[in-house]
């Protein structure tokens, strides 16, 4: 299994305020990348092809900023992010995975999963909310259920994000304070945080049961938020076939006149700016 650092090492300890890499370089590194996500939106489309990427991860690792920083600047219609909440009264007795079927990609998609079938492997199992046979039974299906993916030519990958608890409690504090990030932290979450070691048990029981040859996870640090997109992201680069396709450029003439006003036939007008 392979676990990817965000970074070389410079003799200071992980999760260091200095070490962290600053907004500039994180920028100008992100925009090169998106320009080649951007290329393998056009090679889906015009391959057929569908790509999935199952993100998971710890609370606070990072999935929803990693998740935006690859969706930011791809078209809406052809790339999604799939985050289900809670099963139905109904979903609890399907067969576990028949919720997730009918988010996978057509031809030319995107999805991007943020917390995905492994719920069951990791949040449902230590907090209680299904049997140990039933995660048994997951851990044995999931290998059988990716592949049939696999096998039908999806791309998908697998990344778990890694982070330690001192950046973990960080995080929390910071959401408590944020009342724009307050939303973020439910009371699962805050019951999470007595479970870190028992959440390290579940995922190493899940990576040893889920870690296929044709299904890999990857681990990638993600202490350092902004390296660990970067990472993320440039794996993911590095690992997609062959992806460049001719580039189809729309002319855009001369508007051949001065240009208009917006004008209303109605006795609607705009509502007033604000400031």
Not at 152 to 179: H, M, N
Request: charged share 30%; aromatic share 8%.
């Amino acid at each position: 299994m392979k676990k990817l650092k965000n970074g070389k090492g410079n003799g200071k300890r992980k999760g260091d305020p200095s070490d962290k890499l600053g907004k500039d370089a994180y920028e100008d590194q992100l925009g090169a990348l998106q320009l080649e996500l951007n290329d393998v939106a056009r090679w889906l489309q015009h391959t057929g092809k569908r790509l999935v990427v199952v993100i998971e991860g710890r609370d606070t690792a990072g999935k929803g900023g990693v998740i935006g920083a690859m969706s930011d600047t791809l078209s809406p219609r052809q790339c999604r992010t799939v985050a289900l909440g809670k099963p139905g009264e109904r979903e609890k007795t399907q067969w576990y995975f028949q919720r997730y079927v009918p988010h996978l990609p057509a031809a030319g998609e995107i999805v991007l999963f943020d917390r995905s079938w492994y719920n069951r492997a990791g949040v449902e199992r230590v907090m209680g909310f299904c049997t140990e046979a039933e995660t048994e039974a997951f851990l044995k299906q999931a290998p059988v259920f990716e592949q049939m993916l696999v096998d039908d030519g999806i791309l998908l990958f697998k990344y778990w994000l890694t982070v330690d608890q001192a950046q973990q409690e960080e995080r929390f504090a910071e959401r408590v304070a944020d009342p724009l990030k307050r939303w973020k932290l439910s009371p699962i979450d805050v019951q999470a945080r007595a479970k870190y070691a028992e959440y390290g048990k579940a995922r190493d029981a899940m990576l040893k049961a889920t870690h296929q040859k044709k299904t890999p996870w990857v681990l990638v640090d993600f202490n350092d938020q902004r390296r660990g997109r970067l990472t993320l992201i440039r794996h993911l680069l590095d690992h997609i076939p062959e992806r460049k396709v001719p580039e189809s450029r729309v002319k855009f003439a001369p508007l051949g006149h001065a240009p208009l006003r917006e004008r209303f036939g109605t006795s609607l007008k705009p509502i007033a700016a604000a400031g």
